[in-house]
């Protein structure tokens, strides 16, 4: 299936959802989500596949068993695509337009440790704030979950703590919803982005 764009009905469909996010709003408009976003996505997802990889689209369901927020659905389409241990490229459609973006949203134990270790490094830990403020230069957003004070057995004054303290790192940005974030040439975009990101899933993955 070739990529031909996102139809404004998708947008629709999830700007819908965020008002009404229960079972039967789902039911009455699954043949829309399969269609209008679903199908897109797996296009799409297709078509960045031969440099990139097989995409995981993921499950419209939340998991809500131990959430305080028990609606259903997830207000939002996303797609990954894994270069190693929850590290790789992302995007996704919601009621806000297109988004991308890169980075590892999960580490724990020997890789978190090896992952700061680098990140201490004056030679690796270096490149990637160089590479950090390159992306923050070009109108990039640095995101993921950080620790409020220094992990243990680091020095608060290290100087590159704002780099020690994070938990998850990601890149991205946002595409909004005109005719370049949602139609056919929004594959080239994400190409793009994709291949602007690839220093920083690289980086990554050296780490594994």
């Not at 229960?22 to 009455?28: D, K, L, N």
Request: aromatic share 12%.
């Amino acid at each position: 299936m070739t990529f031909t764009g996102f139809p404004v009905a998708a947008l629709d469909f999830y700007d819908d959802l965020e008002m009404d996010n229960t079972r039967s709003f789902w039911e009455a408009h699954r043949t829309t989500y399969a269609e209008a976003v679903q199908a897109p996505m797996k296009a799409l997802c297709a078509e960045l596949e031969p440099e990139f990889g097989s995409a995981k689209v993921f499950r419209p369901y939340r998991d809500v068993r131990f959430a305080k927020d028990k609606t259903p659905y997830k207000t939002h389409q996303g797609a990954f695509v894994a270069s190693g241990p929850s590290t790789g490229w992302y995007v996704e459609i919601s009621a806000r337009g297109t988004r991308v973006g890169a980075g590892f949203y999960d580490a724990a134990g020997p890789r978190l440790t090896a992952i700061r270790a680098a990140m201490a490094d004056d030679r690796t830990g270096a490149a990637l704030d160089q590479l950090l403020a390159a992306y923050d230069g070009d109108g990039w957003e640095i995101g993921g979950e950080q620790l409020k004070t220094a992990p243990r057995g680091w020095p608060a004054d290290h100087p590159r703590i704002h780099l020690l303290r994070r938990k998850q790192l990601f890149v991205g940005r946002s595409y909004g919803f005109e005719e370049d974030a949602i139609g056919p040439t929004l594959a080239d975009r994400v190409r793009d982005d994709w291949r602007a990101l690839r220093p920083l899933v690289e980086w990554i993955a050296e780490r594994d």
